[in-house]
C-alpha cells in the first residue's frame, strides 16, 4: 500500500501542474500584482498631491508677500473708492543722465478688486503706469485683466500696464469690502468709513487688508483649492502718515 502510495506521488509529480492549478496560480498572481500596482499608484498619487499643495502654499503666500509690498511702498494716497486704491510709489530706477545719479522713479499705481468669469475666484488688479497728471491720474477704476468678465470702455493711457492679477477668494458677502481705513485723531488710533477717506486721502494713516490669496490651477490640484489659500489680516502703514495731519 505505501509502495503504491509513492508510486501515485511519483507519477503526480512526473505530470507537473494540473490545468486548474495553473488557472488558479495565474488568477493569484493576476490579484496579487493588481494590489501591488494600486498601491504604487496610490503612494504615488499622494506623493504628487502633497508636492502640489506644498507648491500651492508657497505661490499663495508669495503673492500675498507681493501684494503686501506694493502698499508698503506708497508714498501718498491718492484716490480711495470701494475696493480700490489709487497711491504713488517710488518704484524702479529713472536714469539721472550723463553723470548725475539715477534716483527712484515716482510710479502711480491702481489696486482694485476685481470680478472673473469664475464665482468661485476674483482677483486683485495692480496697474502700473498712470500718469502723473490728466486722464487717468487718479486710477483706471476700471478691471482690464484678460480674466474679468467686463470690457474696459474707458481709452488706456499709454505706458499703463497690468503689473498682478492676484487670485483671491471673493468677499463672503456681497458689498463687503477687502480694505478698510485707520486715522490718528487725538493721539487715538481708529478706523474711519471708506467715505471719509475718499474725502481726506492724506489724513489716512494706514489701510488695511483682509483677503485670502489662492494658489494657480494646475494640472495636479485641478482647479483652485481653497484650503491652500493664504489669508492677509494686516494694517499697513502709510509713509505720508503725520500725527499732525
Known amino acids: 500500500m505505501r509502495q503504491r502510495l509513492i508510486r501515485r506521488l511519483r507519477e503526480r509529480d512526473e505530470r507537473g501542474m494540473t490545468l486548474i492549478e495553473v ?11 493588481a494590489m501591488a500596482t494600486f498601491i504604487v499608484i496610490n503612494v504615488l498619487n499622494e506623493t504628487s498631491g502633497e508636492q502640489a499643495s506644498i507648491s500651492g502654499v508657497q505661490q499663495a503666500q508669495l503673492a500675498e508677500r507681493s501684494f503686501t509690498q506694493y502698499l508698503r511702498s506708497s508714498v501718498t494716497l491718492l484716490s480711495v473708492q470701494n475696493n480700490d486704491l489709487v497711491f504713488t510709489s517710488y518704484t524702479g530706477i529713472a536714469s539721472g ?17 476685481c470680478p472673473t468669469t469664475s464665482k468661485y475666484v476674483d482677483t486683485l ?6 500718469p502723473q ?26 505706458g499703463v500696464r497690468l503689473a498682478e492679477a492676484f487670485d483671491i477668494l471673493p468677499p463672503v458677502a456681497a458689498g463687503t469690502d477687502i480694505f478698510s481705513y485707520y486715522r490718528y485723531s487725538s493721539d487715538t488710533f481708529k478706523q474711519v468709513t471708506t467715505a471719509y477717506a475718499a474725502a481726506n486721502p492724506t489724513k489716512v494713516s494706514a489701510i488695511g487688508i483682509n483677503v485670502t490669496f489662492l494658489p494657480p490651477p494646475g494640472g495636479a490640484t485641478k482647479g483652485y483649492h481653497t484650503e491652500l489659500g493664504t489669508t492677509l489680516q494686516t494694517e499697513i502703514f502709510l509713509r505720508n502718515f503725520s500725527p499732525t495731519s
Not at 149 to 155: A, F, K, V
Open 125 to 130: 488688479e495692480v496697474i502700473y503706469g498712470l
Open 97 to 113: 543722465g550723463g553723470s548725475a545719479p539715477d534716483l527712484p522713479q515716482l510710479q502711480t499705481i491702481e489696486a482694485q478688486l
Open 23 to 33: 488557472v488558479v496560480t495565474v488568477g493569484l498572481t493576476a490579484i496579487v500584482m
Open 133 to 158: 497728471t490728466g486722464t487717468g491720474s487718479s486710477g483706471l477704476h476700471e478691471c482690464i485683466a484678460p480674466s474679468s468678465p467686463t470690457s474696459t470702455t474707458t481709452p488706456i493711457p499709454a
